[in-house]
């Protein structure tokens, strides 16, 4: 018996990019659970995340607003309760959103106490999740698991993903103290696992659900159980896309010279020395290697999920969903991580597979696509309106194989590196925290970014240079397009700036247009 509604999965795998899938062509990487998604659904292979680092990036995908409007600049920037959110709105559709993993927001300290404890983290739930299994930064409920298994975790987090033997001076492919059935992912996905057969049919009454898993591999520490850490030999794979040392790159902008100047090997391969900078070539090769290896033991996670919903008789009622938050610079620029302008960090992967649209089955879209663009599609899968405020656009016409005559010919993000804690970047650039910042729009050809505070704008052209190795935005040759990807990028601000009242006006005759309700859309 079908439900009335259909089911939503909404996944999310932190730190995924979007070229790192063998649906989406990638030379070396095996991901045959998300091809199968793929082939069932709708790839989008233009997809970009509108900000990082976790918190940012998740407020784009979550509230369908870009950066400039949700003002979620940095983990631990709250995000304002006027906004709406996709777990709200599920909501007001008769679902009980439930969440497995984190979302990374902070709330909204004007409606705490001082002291409420939910303040003294970042990590909160967005509002309207219920929460069955929260796995915070700490990674206590799944350390506490291990343990119960037999697995030594008093090493906590980071610690416990270390190589076996491995002193933390050298790469290491060896495997972590846990297997491949052991791992975050792994964890994760038996919760929602156990909790959907908790789940009534809908012949005895059951209502249909909504489950938003949030992983986060293949974020690092880089490390991975058997067989998944030598699955990737080091040597395969394309060149990385940077200069030839990694003093040229940060001489290429005073902005890349502070981020690779700060980057600390620990901070990914726990109690390892030195910057990032300082790998060699090989140690690239296998820390990609691995990172491809994460990204393929999440892969296997996401079959036992697709083999859970068949066997319950689900499949052909639920709505899926599977991105990430934000991608990964691999290497490439002599950096590991995320942030900063590079499409590596801001390209990430979008498959929906709505299974009452079985025509479109298979297609491959490759028109630009931006988190933003989530929670407006599901609205649009659900039957509900989308609040026209919104920044974000259904891509249910794609989903259709009716794509729409007029669409964005470009895409963008947003980048805030203010340190409101410390103030490292304030001082470090002699800037006022709001102007610790960056836009991209980046085209087909032309990408164009913009700095606040007076630092100097790169301008590339991506049809000759896709590495991104030569800024043309102090050429006069080029002056020309670097006003127009200007200009271009103001009407993008100009018409994107927060419409939540703006589309509504107060007359003789009562209220104009749609305003924004709260607290749902």
Known sequence: MARAKPNVLLITCDQWRGDSLSAAGHPVVRTPNTDALAAEGVLFRRHFGGAAPCSPARACLYTGLYQMNNRVCRNGSPLDRRHGNIALAARALGYDPTLFGYTDVSPDPRHHAPEDPVLRSYEGVLPGFTVRQLLPEHQKPWLSWLAARGVDASAGHPYIHRPLGNVGKTVSTSPPVYSADETPAAFIAGEFIRWLGEQDRPEDGGRAWFAHLSFISPHPPFIVPEPYNTMYDPADGPDFARRKTWKREANAHPFLDYVIGRQKKGKFLPRMKGKVHDFSPEEFRAIRALYWGMISETDAQLGRIWNAIKSRGDWDDTIIVLTSDHAEMMGDHFMLGKGGFFDQSFHIPLVIR???????????????????????????????????????????????????????????????????????????????PQQCNLAVIRGERWKYVHFGGGLSPLLYDLENDPGELENLADDRAYAPIRLEM??????????????SLALSALTEGGVVGIPAALPLV
């Open 486 to 499: 200007a200009e271009r990028l103001l009407s993008w601000r100009a018409e994107h700036l927060d419409q």
């Open 354 to 432: 709505d299974p009452r649209r079985r025509k479109a089955a298979g297609a491959i879209v490759d028109r630009f696509t931006e988190a933003v663009d989530v929670m407006p599609t599901l609205l649009d899968l659900l039957g509900t309106a989308v609040p026209p405020h919104l920044d974000g656009r259904s891509l249910q016409p794609f989903m259709d194989g009716k794509p729409p005559a007029v669409w964005r010919d470009a895409a963008h993000w947003e980048f805030d590196f203010r340190s409101i804690e410390k103030g490292s970047a304030e001082r470090h650039f002699r800037l006022k």
